[in-house]
């Protein structure tokens, strides 16, 4: 649902809101999870 959310809102709207470290820890985490899942290549973004 999460996922969901910022896909459906601008990020500005998360920026100002209570959902800044939930923002920032998806975006820094899209790699981890991808790679958990299998869904994705085991290429570090970073």
């Not at 809101?17 to 085991?42: I, L, N, Y």
Request: net charge negative; hydrophobic share 30%.
């Amino acid at each position: 649902e999460i996922l969901e959310g910022l896909k459906a809102k601008n990020l500005d709207d998360y920026l100002n809101g209570p959902f800044t470290v939930v923002v920032k820890e998806s975006c820094d985490g899209m790699g981890d999870v991808s790679e958990k899942h299998g869904s994705g290549p085991a290429v570090p973004e970073k």
